[in-house]
Nanobody, 123 residues
Framework: VQLQASGGGLVQAGGSLRLSCVAS????????MGWFRQAPGKEREFVGV????????KYADSVKDRFTISRDNAKNTVYLQMTSLKPEDTAVYYC?????????????????WGQGTLVTVSS
């Protein structure tokens, strides 16, 4: 599976942005899809994950109630809708695919990664 993330950019605090991640191949629906982010000088961290059938989602506390993950298996695409953005949300955002059966927050669990898209939130 190859993943291509897009949609990053510069936004003012309080604004919104939607990231997309398109997967190649025919087995997109077999993967749980996660979003992670890495701020400058910091380790990559979990943002959220959606189950292969969209039945279950999990979010980091820092983004809960502000970010929403969704997916369209017919389009091989997962989305990250970000609202009420804060300067501390500034990071490179990565999508990732996991073949496991449990929604994971652990980086090492994920089998495939996109290249990342930069989100910059100005104050």
């Amino acid at each position: 599976v190859q993943l291509q993330a897009s949609g990053g950019g510069l936004v003012q605090a309080g604004g919104s942005l939607r990231l997309s991640c398109v997967a190649s191949g025919r087995t997109f629906s077999a993967y749980n899809m996660g979003w992670f982010r890495q701020a400058p000088g910091k380790e990559r961290e979990f943002v959220g994950v959606i189950r292969r059938d969209s039945a279950t989602l999990k979010y980091a506390d820092s983004v809960k109630d502000r970010f929403t993950i969704s997916r369209d298996n017919a389009k091989n695409t997962v989305y990250l809708q970000m609202t009420s953005l804060k300067p501390e949300d500034t990071a490179v955002y990565y999508c990732a695919a996991d073949r496991g059966n449990v929604l994971s927050t652990i980086i090492q669990t994920y089998d495939y990664w996109g290249q990342g898209t930069l989100v910059t939130v100005s104050s």
